[in-house]
């Protein structure tokens, strides 16, 4: 193991020049970060109570028999294997200055493309959750998407070699392409139930998109200020010497 040290390359007098700026201007960065997670954090809140409130009118009995009846599908006749599929554990998207980015249209490209609607407790990472592990025990690879805002619910699932994806499309993220299938939990709700807490859950999306709109706007701040944390380093680095040093290392590493 080998650490390669870019601040051998840097202009001492001109870094120490400006220490003070940089050390404030970093303290600035950090706390900026930390009042965005503050304000995801709290829309968050508001995004779990919608959870329970659909939760609670949501018929989860029909959406086993919807997520069973497409995973017989999926893996009709194939056995399980004795070797388990490997897993792989990836984000597609992120809350960013620009928003809420994704890049699914570049990695949703199977033949077959499972798209599932369903408002935030309707379960649609059950569906997701029991498709992996039947592909798992049958021994396929699989390529597993997180939500940016809670890392541990799975939004989508590539396998490969079943050319077979499955993804979560919402208000926050879709995928640009006409899916072969299409499911929407939403039509396992019971109306009754999202009428009487209506007022609530217009209250908690609108709060949620604040908050987080208001958390878009912090990070954007940050990478202002970070933009002029680099304009104290960037007229002190020789980057001829790192090119030099980038050569070597491609060289011995060839």
């Given at each position: 193991m080998e650490i390669i040290n870019l601040g051998q390359f840097w202009n001492d007098d001109g870094i120490i020049k400006n220490r003070d700026r940089i050390l404030e201007t970093n303290k600035e960065i950090?706390?900026?970060?930390?009042?965005?997670?503050?304000?995801?954090?709290?829309?968050?809140s508001l995004y779990r109570d919608n959870e329970v409130i659909y939760s609670q009118a949501m018929d989860h009995g029909k959406a086993n028999v919807a997520?069973?009846?497409?995973t017989d599908s999926i893996f009709s006749g194939i056995d399980v294997?004795?070797?388990?599929g490997r897993q792989r554990h990836l984000f597609a998207s992120a809350v960013t200055p620009e928003g809420l980015v994704n890049y699914l249209s570049s990695l949703v490209t199977t033949r077959d493309i499972i798209a599932?609607?369903?408002?935030?407790?309707?379960?649609?990472?059950?569906?997701?959750?029991?498709?992996r592990t039947s592909a798992c025990e049958r021994g396929f690879y699989t390529e597993s998407y997180?939500?940016?805002?809670?890392?541990?619910?799975?939004?989508?699932?590539?396998?490969?070699?079943?050319?077979?994806?499955i993804t979560t499309s919402n208000e926050a993220h879709h995928v640009d392409i006409n899916p072969t299938v299409k499911i929407?939990?939403?039509?396992?709700?019971?109306?009754?139930?999202?009428?009487?807490?209506?007022?609530?859950?217009?209250?908690?999306?609108?709060?949620f998109e604040m908050l987080l709109d208001r958390a878009i706007e912090t990070i954007k701040q940050a990478?202002?200020?970070?933009?002029e944390l680099e304009s104290f380093y960037i007229p002190n680095m020789n980057f001829e010497d790192i090119q030099k040093c980038q050569e070597e290392l491609l060289k011995r590493l060839m």
């Open positions: 950090s706390g900026l970060f930390q009042r965005a997670y503050r304000y995801i954090q709290a829309g968050y997520i069973s009846d497409l294997s004795e070797t388990e599932v609607e369903g408002k935030p407790g309707t379960g649609t990472e059950r569906l997701l959750e029991r498709v997180y939500c940016a805002l809670n890392p541990h619910k799975l939004e989508h699932l590539i396998i490969p070699e079943l050319d077979v994806s929407n939990f939403n039509n396992f709700l019971d109306d009754s139930i999202i009428r009487k807490y209506s007022e609530e859950i217009v209250f908690n999306q609108n709060g990478r202002k200020k970070h933009d």
